[in-house]
Structures are given as C-alpha cells and as structure tokens.
C-alpha cells in the first residue's frame, strides 16, 4: 500500500523547475507532502483532499488527481533551499512514499 | 520547532537488550503515531495513539510495543534488540485522527551493537 514516487533523484540548477509524482495502487483520499533536509525531520509542506483545490506553499504547488490515484508537486523556480527529500503520504498518513530527492545547485 | 519532544537524542545499546523512547506531543494535539527511517530508507508507520488508545497498527513487529498516557505523551518500547532495529524512530503528532498535517520530533537515533 506504499505509495510510489518518481523520479527517485533529481538534481537541479537554481531557478529551474521540477515536478515530483506519487502514485498509489489504492483509492486516494487525501494526500500529504512533506519535505525532510538531512538529518532533520520532515516537515510539513501541504495537504490535498479529495475535491480540494489545488494547494501553494510558496513557489510550490500540489495537484490531486482522484480517479488516476496520483499526486504531483510542481517546484518552480527552485531555491537552494528546496534541496532535501520529498515523501508523500497516503491513507491517513500511515503510508509514506519513498521518497524523492532533490538537489539544487547554484 | 514543531512542538514535539522527543528524547533521548540518541541511544546507543546492545543486543538482547530493551529501551524505551519517549515523546511529548504538541500542545492540544491528541493524535501521536510513531515511525521508523532505517538508512537512506523512507518512513515506515509503526502505531498510532488517539487521546489514549490504539487506533491504528502498521508493521510494528511483536518486540515492539507503545503507548500513550493519559498527559498525552508516549513511549515506544522496544525490547530483545536486533542490529536491524539501528533506525532513526519519529514520533509525529497531529491535532485529529485524519486529514491534519503530522508535526515531526527530532527524532531518537537508536544503533544496536
């Protein structure tokens, strides 16, 4: 029931853009994402529910597609800061994808 | 700072052997879960306290065991240590069961030697 992430790895130049996919064999109703930095806890970043609108955490964004079961996080323009590893999570946070990560470089 | 506490920092054992980690939820948060992040690894549910009781299980192995009192907090107790049990152990708290975003601890670096 784990959730699947794609890419795995992403490396990217500052200013640049990305997106993240989860994926999910089951029926979805909502989806979390967090960001976690090295050594640190995750954080979280947003939540989208079934029927929700699309969600914005400063220059990131998340959108809910219900019927393919999917979930993508766009990162626009991105920061040095938005290096670290992303997790998405499903059925009631129980399940956590494994993670996609993300480099920035100057 | 999410509000959670966790503790110890680290904690450093032997095989065989039984520990007990603790964590503080956020202020008015009811809902605690617990996770493992073994290295490099994704999060993996272990338990989940509601105000008190169980409310969900994930694949927490029978060594391991929790609970949550009635001040909130909780503690995962983990007892005839593996070297496989060396993880990173998150406690989470949210305000509801569902559907509220998970505020993280730091964590407890458990390594069984």
């Known amino acids: 029931q784990q959730p699947v992430q794609s890419p795995q790895a992403v490396i990217l130049r500052e200013g640049e853009d990305a997106v993240i996919n989860c994926s999910s064999s089951?029926?979805?109703?909502?989806v979390h994402w967090y960001r976690q930095k090295h050594g640190e806890a995750p954080v979280f970043l947003m939540i989208?529910?079934?029927?929700?609108e699309q969600m914005r955490h400063e220059k990131i964004s998340a959108s809910f597609n219900e019927k393919k079961q999917q979930s993508s996080l766009y990162l626009t323009a991105s920061q040095l800061s938005y290096s670290g590893t992303y997790f998405c999570?499903?059925?009631?946070?129980?399940?956590f994808g494994t993670g996609t990560s993300l480099t920035v470089i100057p | 700072d999410s509000g959670v506490t966790q503790t110890p920092k680290h904690l450093i054992t032997a095989t065989g052997q039984r520990v007990t980690l603790r964590c503080s939820p956020r202020?008015?948060?009811?809902?605690v879960y617990w996770y493992q992040q073994s290295l490099d690894q994704g999060l993996q549910f272990l338990i989940q306290?509601?105000?008190?009781?169980?409310?969900a299980k994930g694949n927490i192995l029978e060594r391991f065991s929790a609970q949550q009192f009635p001040d909130l907090h909780s503690e995962l107790n983990l007892s005839s240590l593996e070297l496989g049990d060396s993880a990173l152990y998150f406690c989470?708290?949210?305000?509801?069961?569902?559907?509220?975003?998970?505020?993280f601890g730091n964590g407890t670096r458990l390594t069984v030697t």
């Open positions: 989208l529910l079934k029927g929700g």
């Open positions: 089951k029926a979805l109703y909502s």
């Open positions: 989470a708290s949210s305000v509801q069961q569902a559907e509220s975003p998970l505020h």
């Open positions: 306290y509601y105000n008190g009781e169980e409310r």
């Open positions: 202020s008015g948060d009811l809902s």
């Open positions: 999570g499903t059925g009631n946070q129980f399940y």
